[in-house]
């Protein structure tokens, strides 16, 4: 397995079938140029096997810390390390970029992601929960005009 960071959108692309969606060509793009993000591919004999993307955050009284923002890996790699290494790839990049933590947040019932963050060092914080706002017409919500999504 051979772990490398993403720098262009072919790269994308080609590994668009560990995402939730196609990688689009401008969304990609952008996500490549930003600052602070950060895509790596996990590679079995030159197949994108895996990915984990992560996305620096900066606040003024906290510092920077990386935000694991989505893993990956092929149903057919499953089970042979590469999201435990991914992962500590990523945590190795966050250090080496100066970020004093890592985070990620996962459903408490996704056995597999908490095994695998386990497995790589995480600690549990804690229980919260996570609110969100759709704020495109078609993110999610049925009626645009009233804004509630339900």
């Given at each position: ?67 694991l923002y989505e893993l990956s890996v092929d149903e ?75």
């Amino acid at each position: 397995m051979d772990i490398r960071r993403a720098l262009i959108t072919a790269e994308l692309r080609a590994a668009e079938g560990l995402f939730d969606g196609p990688a689009r060509e401008d969304w990609s793009a952008r996500f490549l140029a930003a600052p602070g993000h950060l895509m790596l591919i996990a590679y079995v004999d030159d197949v994108p096997a895996g990915m984990v993307s992560g996305v620096e955050m900066s606040h003024p009284d906290k510092g920077t810390e990386m935000c694991l923002y989505e893993l990956s890996v092929d149903e057919g790699y499953r089970r042979r390390g590469i999201g435990r290494s991914l992962t500590l790839a990523l945590a190795d990049e966050a250090r080496a970029r100066g970020c004093y933590g890592m985070w990620v947040g996962v459903d408490t019932d996704n056995e597999a992601a908490l095994a695998t963050y386990a497995s790589a060092g995480s600690l549990d914080e804690g229980v919260f929960t996570m609110r969100g706002w759709p704020l495109a017409p078609d993110a999610g919500d049925p009626d645009p005009g009233t804004g509630t999504g339900t």
